[in-house]
């Protein structure tokens, strides 16, 4: 079975690492969109994308957000690829390891819309590489187009944030299933991570911007609006959430007043772009 499969990374400023995480993965799809976010062309990436005929950049000179550019690669993808990997530009694949990950889209049947690499601990020696999981993150995701398609792509409404996870939960309503690959093969960073010691209670914070915490408490609030059944788990997560900020993380006021106009814009139904970003 060929595997016909397309990938989309979203820039936003990337820095000179973008371009080896790119090539962890672009030599082994048939089709690249680098969708620039960013103000400004990145002039230095576009000079190395040039010879690379399987890679199309697309500029769209301001942010338009991460479920924008998500849809806009899977209509570019329709009907000329079966597979969409998503990817960040902070993410990249282990050494070596991607091509044996894609060759799991053989073995799947059309209940399953995507599979997810998975995160931790690696352990080369697990005979089950595939399990069943409710959600992921976007980046390392590879999703079925037709599938994705038919369940109405990326919300919109959320820009960034619950972007991935409100899509997996749409899915898995309409009864098709996602499944993890269980050797960890992605690297990837997740915010400005901090480890505390407070009364010799250990914790990490991933101490994200103020504008992040804006996004992501609406956002949440957004998709227990959608999926009730979903409300008690987020709620404690928002709270814990909440308390790592207070407990551990700079700027805690600042970081609350973002916390409170997004709570505040949910409940307006003010939702897409911040208007200040």
């Known amino acids: 079975m060929s595997l016909s499969i397309a990938g989309v990374v ?3 400023n990337p820095d000179e690492s973008v371009y080896k995480n790119i090539s962890s993965y672009a030599p082994y799809i048939q089709k690249l969109y680098i969708i620039d976010n960013s103000e400004h062309t990145n002039e230095n990436l576009l000079s190395k994308i040039i010879p690379h005929s399987n890679i199309i950049y ?9 479920s924008y550019s998500l849809n806009e690669a899977l209509r570019m993808a329709e009907g000329q690829y079966d597979w969409l990997l998503t990817m960040d530009q902070d993410s990249r694949f282990a050494d070596g390891k991607f091509p044996e990950y894609i060759q ?13 690499p998975a995160s931790g601990s690696n352990d080369e020696n697990k005979t089950i590489l595939l399990e069943p999981v409710e959600k992921c993150i976007t980046s ?12 109405g792509g990326f919300d919109e409404n959320l820009f960034i944030d619950e972007v991935d996870h409100e899509f997996c939960y749409r899915c898995n309503k309409a ?3 996602l499944l993890k690959y269980k050797r960890n093969i992605l690297i990837h960073a997740l915010g400005h991570p901090l480890h505390k010691n407070i009364l010799g209670f250990h914790f990490n914070t991933l101490n994200e911007g103020y504008i992040r915490q804006y996004y992501i ?4 609030l957004y998709v ?4 009730p059944e979903r409300r008690y788990l987020e709620y404690k997560a928002m709270l814990k959430w909440f308390t790592k900020i207070i407990l551990g993380e700079p700027d805690k006021l600042k970081k609350i007043l973002y ?12 939702f897409g772009k911040y208007p200040d970003c």
């Not at 697309?58 to 991460?66: D, S, T, V």
């Not at 059309?110 to 997810?116: E, L, P, T």
């Not at 227990?224 to 999926?227: A, E, P, V």
């Open 140 to 151: 390392g995701n590879i999703i079925r187009i037709k599938t994705a398609i038919c369940c």
């Open 217 to 220: 408490f609406r956002n949440k």
């Open 104 to 116: 799991c889209l053989t073995k799947l049947g059309d209940d399953v819309y995507g599979i997810c």
């Open 175 to 177: 009864g098709y299933r």
């Open 58 to 66: 697309i500029p769209h000179k301001e942010n338009k957000g991460i």
């Open 10 to 12: 979203i820039l936003y």
């Open 259 to 270: 916390i409170y106009q997004g709570f505040r814009d949910y409940y307006r139904k003010k």
């Open 224 to 227: 227990c609006h959608k999926y």
